[in-house]
């Protein structure tokens, strides 16, 4: 397939860029564009086989739902079957945004969009070429992340170009992925609100809007006899050709980074012996404790959750055979953080205590 590849200026947007696009996605086209949190791959959500095309280009399972993007409040209203009041309060504080809410939809949404389920997960993303692009097209668009089924999420355009040339109609080039991590996916359905997948929306952000907000118990761990609720979630995922390992301590003070440094040191110092390429995923006010190739993944945990997808495909670029990231406090963003690097783990962590 002949993949058409323009690039857009947020600040100065070409609208018969945007609209040559939107036609596409209107006409039953697959496109990639960019949003705030990673590069979609759409498709008109209401039309089957352009919905069926998006599994084929990712490789995706057909039982694993899209999401679907709106550039209005209003389309929700059009392709769900009721909108409570929880879901209006966070549509009203998050909207757009990097959240995502699962509602009860009407059978316009076809079984290919939502995975066979009758719940669909929607969003209006903050992005403003996303948005023109939604509303030039005249329909929702299903969009899940750009990369092959299992891969990292792209945020990058070069990245984008290398694995999506030819698999697609289109591709937009747009601004940068500021959030980096996926969005926040949230369930109304039961009397406590549930996560389902924790992104730059957070735990407390959601509480101090709904009160009591919980966590779907399988992302923070990995249980086999834990189904996640979203079913992506239970997917290999995010993960790089790179063995990655997680090395932790449980003492959260100078000395316990110290002890991490130490324990990655020695284990780098191992591979190279047996002829291993390995590198170190880390803050960057760590990267001097490192003796080996060091991947700054930024000063802040806002910082990571934007490097992180990106870094871990730059690992394959370089031919890394093992990388040792170290590892992120729970909290806030840091929830996104270790969900994506826990997984791209296979959960493998090392204690360096
Ligand atoms: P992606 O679009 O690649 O960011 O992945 C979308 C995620 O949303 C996957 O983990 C899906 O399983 C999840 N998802 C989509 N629709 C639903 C739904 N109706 N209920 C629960 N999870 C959903
Ligand atoms: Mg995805």
């Not at 039953?28 to 352009?50: C, H, M, Q, R, S």
């Not at 996926?182 to 735990?203: C, N």
């Not at 591979?271 to 802040?300: F, W």
């Not at 370089?318 to 590892?327: G, L, R, V």
């Amino acid at each position: 397939m002949k993949t058409i590849v323009k690039t857009i200026d947020p600040d100065n947007i070409d609208y018969k860029i945007i609209d040559e696009f939107g036609k596409m996605l209107s006409d039953g086209k697959t496109v990639i564009f960019p949003t705030e949190t990673v590069y979609g791959l759409g498709a008109n959500a209401l039309n089957e086989d352009a919905a069926s095309k998006i599994y084929t280009a990712k490789g995706r399972p057909s039982d694993n739902p899209l999401l679907v993007h709106v550039s209005e409040i209003s389309q929700v209203y059009d392709i769900v079957e009721f909108v409570e009041d929880r879901a209006k309060l966070l549509m009203e504080k998050f909207w757009p945004g990097p959240l995502t809410i699962i509602f009860k939809k009407k059978p316009i949404i076809p079984d290919r969009t939502s995975g066979g389920l009758d719940t669909v997960a929607i969003r209006m993303p903050s992005d403003k070429v996303a948005r023109k692009l939604i509303s030039s097209a005249g329909v929702p668009i299903a969009a899940p992340s750009a990369n092959i089924s299992g891969r990292p999420s792209p945020t990058k355009a070069e990245h984008i170009i290398s694995d999506m040339d030819g698999r697609v109609d289109g591709i937009l080039i747009g601004g940068a992925c500021n959030f980096g991590v996926e969005s926040t996916i949230i369930d109304l359905s039961g009397d406590t609100p549930l996560v389902l997948r924790p992104g730059s929306i957070t735990l407390e952000m959601l509480r101090d809007v709904l009160g009591n907000v919980e966590i779907d118990p399988s992302i923070l761990n990995k249980d086999d006899n834990i189904n996640a609720k979203a079913p992506g979630m239970k997917y290999k995922h995010y993960s790089p050709n790179a063995d990655i390992f997680i090395v932790n301590s449980d003492d959260k003070t100078g000395a316990g980074t110290k002890k991490v440094a130490d324990k990655i040191n020695s284990l780098v110092n191992d591979n190279s012996k047996k002829g291993l390429k390995s590198a170190v995923l880390c803050l960057n006010k760590n990267k001097p404790l490192y003796n080996a190739i060091v991947y700054g993944l930024g000063e802040t945990y806002e910082d990571v959750a934007r490097n992180l997808f990106d870094v871990l495909i730059e690992l394959d670029k370089d031919n890394i055979d093992i990388a040792y990231s170290e590892s992120f406090e729970e909290v806030g963003v840091g929830v996104a953080i270790m969900n994506r690097l826990k997984k791209s783990a296979g959960y493998k962590i090392i204690l360096a205590d």
